[in-house]
């Protein structure tokens, strides 16, 4: 299944106004600095594209949990990184 289909994915937009790059805009600065406390990262950044195998989208919202995302956050590290670190090599 997709992270779609489990519901812990889905695509986020600035509601009624028109981006020419959303990641320049104050919305998305302000949503990339709050995500985190609520559990929620951004799924692709462009700085991984070389570790997720996806190009960037920055509107695609992960939930993950405050302290997976908190970790992702201090450790500038994404989700596949966090999943083979913390989660698989615990196995």
Known sequence: H???????TFDLSIYG????????S?????????LRSYGF?????EDKESIT???ASPWRIRYVGV??????Y???????EYYAY???GKN
């Open 74 to 80: 201090n450790e500038d590290i994404c989700f596949d």
């Open 17 to 24: 106004k028109e981006v020419d790059n959303p990641i320049e």
């Open 41 to 45: 990262i951004v799924r692709y950044t």
């Open 67 to 72: 302290d997976a995302a908190e970790t992702m």
């Open 26 to 34: 104050e919305e998305y600065q302000w949503l990339t600095r709050t």
């Open 86 to 88: 913390f989660v698989k």
């Open 53 to 55: 195998g996806f190009n």
């Open 2 to 8: 997709s992270e779609y289909q489990t519901g812990l």
